[in-house]
């Protein structure tokens, strides 16, 4: 069927670009009915399961993210309370 195999490969390069996975997403880069692949047994289950695994790897930040250790941002966060407590006293 062909709309099974646009619905394969839009699952396979969502998943290879890292974008998220999910039946809209599928369904937009296929151009099938998300009630398409909610009546497919065998899409659905591939979906929920690549979806649930794209949920569990962190996506890598965006090129105008800024890109810092959580350590760090709690030291800035921490810095920037001790000024404003010694502004205040």
């Known amino acids: 069927m062909a709309a099974e195999d646009k619905?394969?490969?839009a699952?396979?390069?969502?998943?290879a670009s890292r974008e998220p996975v999910g039946f809209t997403?599928?369904?937009?880069?296929?151009?099938?009915?998300?009630?398409?692949?909610y009546r497919?047994?065998?899409l659905r289950a591939q979906i929920e399961r690549q979806r649930a695994k794209s949920r569990?790897?962190?996506?890598?930040?965006?090129?105008?993210?800024?890109?810092a250790s959580?350590?760090?941002a709690v030291r800035?966060?921490?810095r920037k309370l001790e000024e404003e407590r010694g502004a205040r006293r």
């Open 70 to 72: 959580s350590s760090a």
């Open 76 to 78: 800035l966060l921490a």
């Open 7 to 9: 619905a394969r490969r």
């Open 25 to 37: 997403a599928v369904a937009k880069a296929a151009g099938v009915s998300t009630d398409f692949l």
């Open 11 to 15: 699952l396979r390069r969502l998943a």
């Open 56 to 67: 569990s790897i962190p996506r890598p930040p965006a090129d105008d993210e800024p890109v």
């Open 40 to 42: 497919h047994p065998e």
